[in-house]
């Protein structure tokens, strides 16, 4: 099994060299070192959505409301800001999280008290979390000359020659890293979306564990609202609208399986990255911008076709596997 | 692997809230219905017109009319999540064709059948490859209007022929437009395809155990295949509708619409983990939308704030039996 999935990240990873490669015969300085480190920074909040979508989608749950929840939360800092610019940036995104959490439990309650199946819960969040950054900000904008320079600039600061904002994705990913290989959670995250049945039996208390999870990606949610806000610095109601589908295609094209169980924190990076590089690229080469949303639908159609084999067959008989 | 010895009693499925609350649905969403209703005519006085009362329905009949045959998708344990890019790509097609000269009946005939192509290339990847639904449709979601953001841009098509404008803005009779009157014999064939006919038990079926399903004879792929392109088909006939309402076409045409179908159908009651649902659920589900989001329009309340009453809808309709059950069985 652990052999299988390093394969399928070498597989990913190779891929993503030969997508490099080719870029760089039309334009070399794609490949620089710097513009590669430029990449990363630009994937970053793409790579921790990712990873707050995949714990959920592990458990055999989704979570759609990501997109709304960082517009949201967004909006609250990017308010905050304007209002009271002596409230500093650590406090902010302290305040961002626990914006984030609350949303996010308020899914995970849905989910875990009221049996109701996580992609109706959040298809309704959704709506209701963007719906209520409407309310909160009466449709009006909080542009860049609003926000405080230290909110714009926290991210963008360099640190042994890096943007904070690149550390920051490097943390998140370590932390999940900790969590999905060295914690009793991640493996009860694993356990329960090969097979709920089993991880009852094994004392794995199924509805709180999805309730957590839905915490963790309510955080991860409300955390890349400010990332998202001070980067591109505008907070709007339209800000990220449909982003949870990329979030979402970032984690199939990093074989995340949908129907639980199946995936890695590797993954889910590289499959940003992925879609990372191709919009970064499309510019470069000069190809109309237009082209990506096609690309991007290729490249998730070919990823579920490649990984289709690992998965397993949909309503099969509960109890079959003892391991993995 | 080592096997172990299974317990007697092995459940399809872990959880299902829904299915016992099924009995009563359609009637929870009369009362919803009906009181929407009556809070509308006190809130607006411009509401009982046959007038606004014959423009709120065009606020569900294209998504009605897709919403059918997402419900039997969805019974059958699938989903499509590409309906509103397949109307971004016929309507792209048919504006091609416009620029190109073509006549009305070409028009409906290219929109229709890109539809239905579309439907049938989702169906091929899900049932010839064994993949899911989801992440398929979501992939399809990118790629269909992916290829109308590359044929379009940022520019529009326009320039539709007059006779083309009949099937979004004509009226059959009075205040009773072309498009009702098709959301409704659709309802009508529809509900018999899923109520009484054999197909329709296949796919309820399918969807309560598609493994014992299979053993009994049906033909899980070739029905999941056609649901499929059922649905791409009812999105190629919305595109019509919209393109021939709106009169333009722009890559960005109906742009979240699949989230609103969906939300549709499992407000009418349909499982979202397959198995149950009914086609009068829908219809009322489509009604309740209408009601809600023509009512607030009539209230002057922006359409950002309208989806925070679906979503809420949504939720509490499907948690208000789970809530009631537990409370009267004290579990």
């Given amino acids: ?324 | 692997m080592t096997d172990i010895p299974a317990p007697r009693h092995i459940p399809d499925r872990l959880d299902k809230p829904l299915r016992s609350a099924i009995f009563s649905w359609e009637a929870l969403l009369v009362v919803v219905a009906v009181a929407i209703f009556a809070i509308n005519s006190f809130a607006s006085p411009y509401f009982l017109d046959p007038y606004s009362l014959s423009d709120l329905t065009f606020n569900f009949t294209e998504k009605g009319l897709i919403a059918f045959a997402m419900a039997l998708l969805i019974i059958s344990g699938e989903i499509d999540l590409s309906v509103a890019a397949i109307i971004a790509l016929a309507s792209t097609m048919m504006g091609m064709a416009v620029q190109a000269g073509a006549g009305t009946p070409v028009l409906v005939a290219i929109g229709i059948v890109v539809g239905l192509g579309c439907g049938a290339f989702n169906g091929l990847l899900v049932t010839r490859l064994g993949l899911p639904s989801i992440v398929v449709t979501i992939g399809t979601m990118s790629l269909f209007r992916g290829i109308a953001f590359i044929i379009l841009g940022d520019q529009a098509y326009k320039g539709y022929p007059q006779s083309f404008a009949f099937f979004g803005q004509g009226y059959v009779w009075w205040v009773v437009s072309f498009e009702l009157v098709l959301f409704l014999i659709a309802a009508v064939v529809y509900w018999f395809l899923l109520h009484r006919t054999s197909f329709g038990r296949r796919v309820f079926a399918i969807g309560n155990n598609p493994i014992a399903a299979q053993f009994s004879g049906v033909r899980v792929g070739r029905t999941k295949f056609i649901l499929f392109c059922l649905t791409g088909l009812m999105s190629g006939i919305a595109s019509v509708l919209i393109t021939s309402r709106l009169g333009s076409t722009r890559p960005s045409i109906a742009q979240g619409y699949e989230l609103e179908v969906i939300t549709m159908v499992v407000l009418g009651g349909v499982s979202i983990l397959g198995g149950a649902g009914s086609i009068l659920g829908v219809v009322l589900a489509a009604f309740i939308m209408g009601l809600v989001t023509f009512g607030l329009g009539l209230l002057n309340v922006p359409g950002i704030v309208m989806s925070i009453f679906i979503g809420l809808l949504l939720i509490i309709v499907i948690a208000l039996p789970i809530v009631w059950r537990r409370l009267r069985g004290g579990r």
């Avoid at chain 1, 070399?28 to 990712?50: C, E, H, K, Y």
Wanted: proline share 3%; hydrophobic share 55%; glycine share 10%.
């Fill in chain 1, 1 to 324: 099994m652990k052999a299988f999935l390093k394969y399928r990240e070498i597989w990913l990873f190779a891929a993503i060299v030969v997508l490099i490669g080719l870029i760089s015969t039309r334009f070399p300085a794609f490949a620089d070192p710097g513009n590669l480190r430029q990449v990363f920074n630009d994937t970053s909040i793409l790579m921790i959505l990712a990873l707050g979508q995949m714990v959920v989608i592990l458990t055999r749950s989704i979570d759609l409301s990501m997109a709304s929840n960082l517009c949201f939360t967004g909006m609250v800092v990017a308010m905050l800001n304007a209002a009271h610019p002596a409230i500093p940036i650590p406090l902010l995104i302290v305040i961002a999280l626990v914006v984030g959490l609350v949303l996010g439990a308020i899914n995970g309650l849905l989910v875990w008290r009221l049996n109701i199946p996580s992609i109706v819960v959040t298809l309704g969040t959704l709506t209701i979390y963007r719906g209520a950054t409407f309310v909160l900000s009466g449709g009006a904008w909080v542009n860049a000359d609003k926000m405080s320079p230290d909110f714009i600039g926290f991210q963008r600061a360099a640190f042994l020659g890096i943007p904070v904002l690149s550390w920051i994705a490097i943390l998140v990913i370590a932390l999940f890293f900790v969590l999905m290989t060295r914690t009793a959670l991640g493996r009860s995250i694993y356990a329960i979306g090969v097979n709920p049945t089993a991880s009852v039996y094994a004392g794995i208390d199924v509805g709180r564990t999805k309730f957590i999870v839905f915490c963790i990606s309510g955080m991860i949610g409300g955390l890349s609202g400010y990332l998202w806000i001070s980067r591109y610095v505008i907070a709007s109601v339209e800000v990220a609208n449909g982003y949870e589908l990329n979030i979402i295609a970032a984690c199939v094209i990093g074989g995340i399986s949908i129907a639980g169980g199946i995936g890695s924190v590797g993954g889910a990076v590289l499959g940003a990255l992925f879609l990372g590089i191709i919009s970064n690229a499309l510019p470069v080469i000069n190809i109309s911008p237009f082209w990506q949303m096609a690309i991007s639908g290729s490249a998730i159609i070919l990823a579920v076709v490649l990984n289709a084999r690992g998965e397993r067959q949909q309503g099969r008989i509960i109890l079959r596997k003892v391991e993995a």
